[in-house]
């Protein structure tokens, strides 16, 4: 589907009345009147009518028209109209589509519906539809088209604009504004852009004007790897070969961008401490969004139990020294920020494929003395905290405040490399064992780092005020 952001929707508000008052009484006029319109704002003015009506609105319009919509419409609202059309007419419009487009529209619907328009198709568009619908939907095979340009390279600069000039005018090409050289079996040979082709001069052989080096990538490549590759080398348009180079379909920079956008959405879901969705938030199901934070939350809750122990362990010293749990918040919102930067870091770091698996030894070596600044600035500053109080007499902490300021300055020194530490290296076991790194989510990490921040608290205070305020 193509991207579009769940904006408030002014347009579609002020020509849904007009509109179910048209499809009453002259729905011949309805594509006439919305011609000028973007194909996404009729498919926000399909959305904001009432469902039973939006078959009619779509049937009023063009097949072309009808087609462009489709590919902006919600995937529910999509999938509900083609399983409800008459597969021969759903075949009509779905034909229009651009190849990726339909393929992922017939992805969407039960296999018996899809099989029944695809039985419906021209055999042309039939086969190039189960050629794609072959291809995981997230994989360069999944995002391709079949809809690109490709000349022979043994053709002149004349030879080639009157067959670019030929498919242009035989229908849509999503990727017309770079062309592809073929061999006479198809293999990739090079590449060159529509504007370097109508300024070439006249009698050049294609071949002489392509550039060779053209970076290309497998139908199973994955497509967080395709994303990467079109932003490292700045492509418009990604071909895809197979094993022997022939050149298959295009990945274009509108696919690669629905991409970045659903794995940075994944990602930050993910960090937040709950499941992805699979749909836009408002269109969640009350069920599906408690089921998808109720797990992360349940594993939290359990982890923090965690904590209750640890503190129970240590209830001799918090009995002894009601002092010591004044600080508590504090050692254990400072270890859990400095693992949740930590990861952030590392986590966007893979994504951009800055930092590989390999490169963990090389960031434990800049995390720990990271983490050692960053806690002796916290640790000083909590020391002085204390301290200052006590002088300018705002706060009573006895003959022994020089100690606890230690204590919390020594703890907190510790729990922020620690917790740098942790939340620099979770990232890299969760791939080492296959998971996703995003899932290294913030209150996770936090939770892991609260447990070692209670221990290492009072392990410190146990060493540094047994004798004075400990007995």
């Known amino acids: 589907m193509k991207p579009r952001s769940d904006k408030d929707r002014p347009l579609a508000a002020l020509i849904v009345p007009d509109l179910l008052e048209l499809l009453e009484e002259h729905p011949e006029s309805i594509g006439p009147q919305t011609e000028e319109m973007h194909p996404a704002d009729l498919a926000d003015v399909a959305e904001a009518l009432p469902e039973a009506q939006v078959r009619a609105f779509l049937a009023a319009l063009p097949r072309n028209r009808a087609a462009e919509v489709l590919e902006y419409l919600d995937e529910d609202l999509r999938t509900q109209v083609l399983e409800e059309l008459p597969a021969g007419e759903a075949a009509e419009i779905v034909a229009e589509m651009d190849p990726d487009e339909r393929a992922d529209a017939l992805e969407e619907l039960d296999e018996e519906t899809a099989d029944e328009i695809l039985q419906e198709l021209e055999p042309e568009e039939k086969a190039e539809t189960e050629r794609l619908l072959q291809y995981d939907p997230y994989t360069a095979g999944g995002l391709m088209t079949t809809e690109f340009v490709s000349v022979l390279e043994t053709l002149t600069v004349e030879e080639s604009l009157r067959g670019v000039r030929a498919m242009a005018r035989g229908g849509r090409r999503e990727a017309m504004y770079t062309i592809y050289t073929v061999d006479d079996t198809g293999r990739l040979r090079g590449v060159l852009s529509l504007r370097e082709l109508l300024a070439a001069p006249e009698g050049s052989r294609i071949s002489e004007l392509a550039w060779s080096e053209v970076v290309s990538v497998s139908p199973d490549m994955l497509q967080e790897e395709v994303s990467q590759i079109t932003s490292n080398y700045d492509l418009v348009a990604l071909p895809v070969v197979d094993v022997n180079k022939r050149l298959l379909g295009v990945v274009t920079v509108d696919d690669v961008i629905d991409v970045i956008q659903e794995e940075q959405t994944e990602d930050a879901q993910k960090f937040g401490g709950m499941e992805a969705l699979e749909e836009p938030y408002m269109q969640i199901s009350l069920w599906q969004n408690v089921r998808k934070r109720g797990g992360w939350l ?16 240590y209830e001799h010293e918090l009995a002894s020294v009601i002092l010591l749990s004044q600080f508590i918040p504090l050692i254990m919102s400072s270890g859990g920020n400095s693992g949740s930067q930590a990861t952030s870091l590392i986590i966007r770091a893979m994504a951009l494929g800055e930092v590989r698996l390999s490169d963990w ?16 600035m916290l640790g000083t500053l909590a020391a002085a905290r204390i301290s200052a109080w006590e002088l300018l007499g705002l706060y009573d902490y006895g003959p022994h405040h020089a100690l606890l300021a230690l204590t919390v300055g020594i703890t907190l020194v510790c729990i922020v490399t620690i917790g740098s530490l942790t939340g620099s290296m979770l990232p890299f076991i969760l791939r080492r064992f296959g998971f996703d790194p995003a899932s290294a989510s913030a209150p996770f990490v936090a939770t892991l780092v609260d447990v070692s921040a209670i221990s290492i608290y009072f392990s410190v205070a146990y060493v540094m005020l047994r004798g004075t305020l400990l007995k």
């Open 298 to 313: 349940s594993v939290l809750a359990v982890s923090e139990m965690l904590t209750a122990s640890v503190m129970a362990r």
């Open 361 to 376: 030894w090389k960031v434990v070596q800049r995390e720990l003395p990271a983490g050692l600044i960053l806690g002796l």
